[in-house]
């Protein structure tokens, strides 16, 4: 190999380099990763001062940005992130880019459900980011716990990289049993694992979350919320099939809201190693009230959705109403996209046109800033990663 060869290798050595450091990609993240980060850093590990994630959380004070390192291994515990400073957590690994390498494993084991029956959902989560025990509180029925408005926001720019987090208390659904519990507060995961069978993911109030490059695994309503979601290029892998993939709830306010969840340029599964036959049988969604409104675009779906895509709630309770409830599709594509029994169920689920979608066509477009109408909420989001 001569000179010019190795200077045209290193050349582009640096501008993969570059390129990952724009999409939040670090190539190698391990125990020296500190020394590279510009915020004070913390290693989390068997070995570490702090030998649990929420031990270095806690020992942060309220404002300053921090990042905390966690190196591989198995984590027993549920950590609960209430500051309002900068926060990111990265998991070690090699494979920085793929979610599926992961070293990194957050498990908790619980459920709110009859064999272990428990005041509200929130109690449940592996990870919760909220400012306050008010924020998390998911409720009950379909408008949930009453969060005043008054309540302050918490963290405003909450960051995971290549972190799985596993509620594990059963193999089927047992209740809800989180993975996920965000409320007021701004947050975004790349390349991370949620895995659960019912409620894996719970967006609050006032709460935005972004997912890019990540694998959601559930099999019972495990999207929902009041919130707003944007999940990106991701994988959401089916477990099973009971009531919907997404079961979002809305809420009414004095100015339009863009509230919901958006599946983008992702993919519909069958869980890797599932042996039940749910061909035909998942539901891409139902409304938990009459404001629910959840889009998929641009994804791709396989046999496992059914021919007609959502549901109403129930036979007898369908809260859907029209110009109101919003259970849509745009361009999706793969043996579970059947159009033909799609537009044979749109008193349910709609199927957009390109001038239907765009008013959601863009994360910039359905972050809003809290407690008002105005868009374009996204500095949180890692630039390049939108």
């Given at each position: 190999?001569?000179?010019?060869?190795?200077?045209?290798?290193?050349?582009?050595?640096?501008?993969?380099?570059?390129?990952?450091?724009?999409?939040?990609?670090?190539?190698?993240?391990?125990?020296?990763?500190?020394?590279?980060?510009?915020?004070?850093?913390?290693?989390?590990?068997?070995?570490?001062?702090?030998?649990?994630?929420?031990?270095?959380?806690?020992?942060?004070?309220?404002?300053?940005?921090?990042?905390?390192?966690v190196?591989?291994?198995?984590?027993?515990?549920?950590?609960?992130?209430?500051?309002?400073?900068?926060?990111?957590?990265?998991?070690?690994?090699?494979?920085?880019?793929?979610?599926?390498?992961?070293?990194?494993?957050?498990?908790?084991?619980?459920?709110?459900?009859?064999?272990n029956?428990?005041?509200?959902?929130?109690?449940?989560?592996?990870?919760?980011?909220?400012?306050?025990?008010?924020?998390?509180?998911?409720?009950?029925?379909?408008?949930?716990?009453?969060?005043?408005?008054?309540?302050?926001?918490?963290?405003?720019?909450?960051?995971?990289?290549?972190?799985?987090?596993?509620?594990?208390?059963?193999?089927?659904?047992?209740?809800?049993?989180?993975?996920?519990?965000?409320?007021?507060?701004?947050?975004?995961?790349?390349?991370?694992?949620?895995?659960?069978?019912?409620?894996t993911?719970?967006?609050?109030?006032?709460?935005?979350?972004?997912?890019?490059?990540?694998i959601?695994?559930?099999?019972?309503?495990?999207?929902?919320?009041?919130?707003?979601?944007?999940?990106?290029?991701?994988?959401?892998?089916?477990?099973?099939?009971?009531?919907?993939?997404?079961?979002?709830?809305?809420?009414?306010?004095?100015?339009?809201?863009?509230?919901?969840?958006?599946?983008?340029?992702?993919?519909?599964?069958k869980?890797?190693?599932?042996?039940?036959?749910?061909?035909?049988?998942?539901?891409?969604?139902?409304?938990?009230?009459?404001?629910?409104?959840?889009?998929?675009?641009?994804?791709?779906?396989?046999a496992?959705?059914q021919?007609?895509?959502?549901?109403?709630?129930s036979?007898?309770?369908?809260?859907?109403?029209?110009?109101?409830?919003?259970?849509?599709?745009?361009?999706?594509?793969g043996?579970?996209?059947?159009?033909?029994?799609?537009?044979?169920?749109?008193?349910?689920?709609?199927?957009?046109t390109a001038?239907?979608?765009?008013?959601?066509?863009?994360?910039?477009?359905?972050?809003?800033?809290?407690?008002?109408?105005?868009?374009?909420?996204?500095?949180?989001?890692?630039?390049?990663?939108?």
């Open positions: 190999m001569n000179i010019k060869q190795v200077g045209v290798i290193a050349f582009a050595a640096l501008t993969v380099a570059a390129a990952n450091a724009v999409h939040g990609f670090a190539a190698v993240v391990d125990a020296n990763y500190c020394r590279t980060v510009s915020t004070p850093c913390v290693l989390v590990g068997p070995t570490q001062t702090f030998k649990t994630i929420q031990s270095a959380v806690n020992s942060l004070d309220e404002t300053t940005a921090y990042t905390i390192v190196l591989s291994g198995v984590y027993n515990e549920q950590v609960n992130v209430t500051r309002k400073g900068p926060l990111t957590l990265r998991g070690q690994t090699a494979k920085s880019e793929d979610a599926n390498s992961n070293t990194v494993n957050v498990t908790w084991a619980s459920a709110n459900g009859s064999g029956k428990l005041s509200d959902n929130a109690f449940t989560a592996v990870l919760t980011v909220a400012p306050n025990l008010n924020a998390s509180l998911t409720g009950s029925g379909p408008t949930g716990w009453p969060v005043l408005s008054s309540n302050p926001f918490g963290n405003v720019n909450f960051r995971v990289y290549n972190i799985n987090f596993l509620n594990t208390y059963s193999t089927k659904s047992s209740g809800p049993s989180l993975a996920l519990s965000i409320g007021y507060a701004n947050a975004s995961f790349y390349r991370t694992g949620w895995y659960s069978y019912q409620d993911i719970y967006v609050g109030k006032q709460a935005n979350a972004y997912f890019k490059d990540s959601i695994a559930g099999e019972t309503d495990f999207l929902y919320g009041f919130g707003t979601a944007w999940i990106e290029n991701s994988t959401l892998s089916l477990r099973g099939c009971g009531g919907g993939i997404t079961a979002w709830k809305g809420t009414n306010t004095t100015f339009a809201n863009a509230y919901g969840v958006y599946i983008s340029n992702s993919k519909l599964l869980a890797p190693g599932l042996t039940t036959n749910i061909a035909g049988k998942c539901a891409l969604g139902r409304p938990w009230n009459s404001g629910h409104r959840s889009i998929y675009s641009n994804t791709y779906m396989d496992s959705i021919p007609g895509g959502y549901i109403p709630w036979k007898s309770d369908t809260r859907i109403v029209d110009g109101v409830t919003l259970l849509a599709e745009y361009q999706s594509s043996p579970g996209f059947n159009l033909t029994a799609r537009q044979a169920n749109s008193k349910v689920g709609k199927v957009l001038a239907q979608f765009a008013p959601y066509d863009g994360v910039e477009k359905v972050f809003k800033f809290p407690f008002s109408g105005t868009a374009g909420n996204t500095a949180w989001i890692t630039a390049g990663d939108q």
